[in-house]
């Protein structure tokens, strides 16, 4: 099998360069999915028969529940590729992903209190979904402490890939949460094995937002990847190639 593609990843100019070319085709898309899925679930979709038009937060509040599984992961992922092949770029990633995180984890948070206190009467229960992402909230904020506490960047690096990787035990537990414990928390409806329980008028709209926010992750994630690329390699040669240009 070949690597090579593999190895130019490692490459700052490389995935600097790759950067700029690809987030255009993340960003239009991404705009395009959102802006499509919340004309439908605001406007379009019809109210639920229990929870009537309150039930519309769900197409903001999921794909940030969503994204904030998703985006810990991909910084998981990315800070044990860095501490296991020692890629800087890998790290650089990783560190993009948690403001990023960090900022689902919070509106999945709030809009999940939003929907809560006129459907439960309150705006905060210690639910096991409801605590465990709240856990996950201070998993982000502490990667990005523990990065900004530390000056010396390489241990700035391993430290906070460490503290991504042993958190990563928190994302089954906020995805079984709802069946592993007694939950008040909906269980799943969209993301399970049986067919979906929401009809398509209702379903087709999250879907949309699902897909959006999925490519506004992307997009957001590459243009700070350029950033903190530039920032780390402020003193190579190819940097001032690029401001020049």
């Known amino acids: 099998m070949d690597w090579t593609w593999f190895h130019r990843l490692a490459s700052p100019p490389h995935v600097y360069a790759l950067a700029v070319r690809l987030t255009p085709w993340f960003a239009w898309p991404a705009a395009l999915c959102i802006a499509a899925g919340l004309w439908s679930g605001l ?3 019809p109210p639920d028969y229990q929870q009537g038009d309150g039930f519309r937060i769900l197409y903001v509040h999921a794909p940030s529940a969503w994204m904030s599984l998703m985006v810990y992961v991909t910084m998981a992922t990315a800070a044990a590729v860095g501490l296991i092949w020692r890629m800087k770029v890998a790290h650089a990633v990783a560190a993009s992903c948690a403001p990023i995180g960090a900022s689902f984890t919070f509106a999945a948070l709030v809009t ?25 909230l201070f998993l982000y904020l502490g990667y990005m402490g523990l990065r900004a506490g530390i000056e010396d960047p390489q241990r700035a690096d391993r430290a906070s890939a460490v503290l991504a ?50 490519l506004l992750f992307a997009a957001l994630l590459l243009t700070r990847l350029r950033a903190e690329v530039l920032a780390r390699e402020r003193a190579a040669s190819w940097i001032r190639e690029v401001v020049s240009v």
Request: no cysteine; net charge positive; charged share 5%.
């Open 43 to 45: 406007v379009l979709a």
């Open 112 to 136: 999940g209190a939003l929907w809560g206190q006129p459907m439960w009467g309150t705006y905060w229960q210690w639910d096991p979904r409801l605590t465990s992402e709240l856990v996950l």
């Open 165 to 214: 990787v042993v958190g990563v035990v928190n994302v089954p537990i906020i995805h079984y949460s709802v069946t592993w414990w007694n939950s008040l928390h909906q269980a799943p409806s969209v993301m399970r094995l049986a067919k979906p329980a929401m009809p398509f008028a209702m379903l087709a709209p999250l879907l949309l937002m699902l897909l959006g926010f999925t």
